[in-house]
């Protein structure tokens, strides 16, 4: 008897990503919230957090904001619970939604995108 294996399903197309010299390059951008000044910075998604796996994570470039490390784990929750670190998360929030659109307008004059 001869038999077929199941066709594979089609691949998904891949997410858009920003490439490699625009993710270096936002290593040295400063962190978005007033006051701190830490680079190198990395690419956090924002208003959408990524989550396990990235489901329905946006890659564009007005979808991520450069925040250092502190940050980044304070707005995704990653330091823990305590009334203290939910005021300062929902602080560091406020700030970020406020300031995302004037970082992402700048970023969009600077390189013409």
């Not at 000044?37 to 470039?61: Q, S």
Request: proline share 10%; charged share 25%; hydrophobic share 35%.
């Amino acid at each position: 008897m001869n038999f077929r294996p199941d066709p594979k399903p089609p691949k998904r197309r891949r997410r858009q990503k920003p490439d490699d010299t625009w993710r270096i390059k936002y290593r040295s951008f400063p962190c978005l919230i007033p006051g701190c000044e830490a680079t190198p910075c990395c690419a956090a998604h924002w208003p959408k957090h990524r989550g396990i796996g990235g489901a329905g994570a946006g890659w564009g470039y007005n979808e991520i904001v450069p925040l250092c490390s502190y940050h980044h784990d304070l707005i995704d929750g990653r330091l823990g619970v305590s009334d203290l670190i939910e005021i300062r998360r929902a602080e560091a929030q406020a700030r970020v939604a406020k300031l995302a659109p004037a970082f992402w307008a700048a970023i969009k004059e600077e390189y013409g995108l």
